[in-house]
């Protein structure tokens, strides 16, 4: 070759392999980056775990066979594998922050009440608010976890605002709540509807609980239980979801101490991982007559083994501290779990339970979270009650706007987004009326 091609030569050499190098790159971040499959038709085969057929394979055939054995059973491999297992009920202190007469237009009872949960000399406060009617004494009522503060539920000016990490998002900076997030998540929490209809309200910041980011659990309630947890192998060991409902139990503790809420007419509610984590609280605590589900999606309602939107590997990867450890086993692999979600609202029968989805929300797979409740009607026929209906299940996958919501387990497909409207609210006060009024 002419010595005056030669840089031409290199040049095109090295410009090929550059794009090879950069072919083979994108190759490999197209095989990483992970896609999200909604089509019925690639969902992979499966088998569900049976609920009625315990670990050695011996047939549940009665309600005693059910709560002595089987529903232990599950409960114990919901904990081991899924979410992990928290610590005993600890000590728990309250103290009144502030308290107004005359909330929402005069109807309710407003207050802030801190409830510290003790173990030893470390402890982990809440604030608690709380919203009573007025015109009456020991009301049954909804309790929530909220994502970004109490302040946010209602736009008084009055309510204290979290010092604790809130995730930066609209007016939130350096993960500081500000003032100009008041009452920005009311839409949500139609308060003045509630009390209405004679119920009460309590919700928390779950950043009070445990801030809601991976750092080794160094932070919110985790380490006070270091002794207590260090029997506990570490693949068991409770994560967020786990500590956001053992705080909602705590909660309810102190209900046992306030007249003016009936600790016996508790409704559970909580949306998207809080739902998650409101359905585990349920299941781990039978003082909730009533768990409302709402879009809570993979690790919530949906069955894993759909692998629809949300999967095992792609919710440990982006939320490693929501489960316990165990549970990366089923990354891929979810025909390994011993569980699926239909048994997690088998563990809440015979109470009441509520699972609401949205067209929208694919990626909580709606469909999914219907076919939980479907396998979850039999437990609650084998415990003589109506499950999804007295006439059956449904058959079909309900069209929007039309709840199921004649027996124990209600359910309702809703147009439009991932969110908390107050047309599932109108469905969970009407359900609550049946099942907790
Ligand atoms: C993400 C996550 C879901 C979760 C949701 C939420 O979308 O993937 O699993 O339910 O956040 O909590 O808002």
């Known amino acids: 070759m002419p010595p ?38 690639a969902i992979p085969a499966y088998e569900l775990p049976s609920a009625l057929i315990t670990n050695q394979g011996a047939a549940v055939t009665d309600a005693s066979i059910w709560k002595e054995s089987r529903r232990p059973e599950i409960l114990e491999l919901f904990a081991a594998e899924v979410y992990g297992r928290g610590p005993e009920a600890c000590e728990i202190q309250h103290q009144t922050i502030s308290k107004k007469s005359n909330a929402i237009g005069g109807k309710a009872i407003r207050r802030e009440v801190d409830v510290k949960m003790l173990t030893g000399s470390r402890s982990t406060t809440m604030r608690l608010l709380i919203y009573t009617p007025k015109s009456a004494a020991s009301v049954p009522v909804f309790i929530g976890l909220n ?69 080794g659990f160094q932070n919110g309630i985790h380490p006070q239980f270091e002794k207590e947890m260090s ?7 409770w994560g967020s979801i786990a500590a956001w ?25 909580g949306h998207s991982r809080l739902g998650k984590t409101s359905l585990w609280a349920g299941a781990t605590d039978p003082r909730f007559k009533l768990v409302i589900s709402n879009n809570s999606g993979c690790g919530g309602a949906a069955l894993s083994r759909r692998a629809v939107g949300e ?33 997690l609202i088998g563990l809440i029968a015979p109470r009441a339970v509520y699972v609401a989805s949205a067209t929208g929300d694919k990626w909580a797979d709606p469909r999914g979270e219907f076919l939980s409740c479907i396998h979850a009607d039999p437990i609650y026929r084998l415990l003589g009650n109506s499950g999804m209906g007295s006439s059956g299940p449904p058959a079909e996958f309900p069209t929007a ?27 969970y006060l009407d359900f609550a009326d049946r099942h907790v009024k």
Not at 172 to 199: F, H, L, Q
Not at 231 to 237: D, H, M
Not at 329 to 337: L, W
Request: aromatic share 12%; charged share 25%.
């Open 4 to 41: 005056s091609l030669e840089p031409i030569v290199k040049f095109f050499t090295c410009s090929i392999s550059l794009l090879a190098v950069l072919i083979i790159h994108t190759k490999v971040l197209a095989q990483n980056r992970f896609v999200p499959n909604y089509d019925e038709s």
């Open 401 to 427: 706007q039309a709840p199921i919501n004649s027996g124990r387990v209600g359910y309702h497909l809703r147009t439009g987004k991932h969110d908390v409207t107050d047309y599932d609210w109108a469905q």
């Open 231 to 237: 029997s506990v192998p570490q693949g068991e060991r």
């Open 311 to 343: 999967t095992v590997a792609r919710i440990n990867t982006s939320f490693p501290h929501w489960f316990c450890d165990n549970y990366l086993k089923y990354n891929q692999n979810e025909n390994a779990c011993p569980v699926d979600q239909h048994m």
């Open 245 to 269: 409902a053992y705080a909602l139990s705590r909660a309810v503790d102190y209900f046992e101490q306030d007249e003016t809420i009936d600790a016996e007419r508790v409704a559970v509610i």
């Open 147 to 215: 994502f970004q503060g109490n302040h946010t539920v209602d736009a008084a000016d009055d309510i204290s605002i979290t010092k604790n990490w809130v995730r930066n998002r609209g007016d939130v900076k350096n993960n500081r709540a500000t003032e100009a997030t008041r009452g920005t998540a009311a839409g949500r929490w139609p308060i003045e509807t509630i009390i209405d209809r004679g119920y009460g309200l309590v919700t928390i910041y779950y950043g009070d609980i445990d801030p809601d980011f991976a750092d």
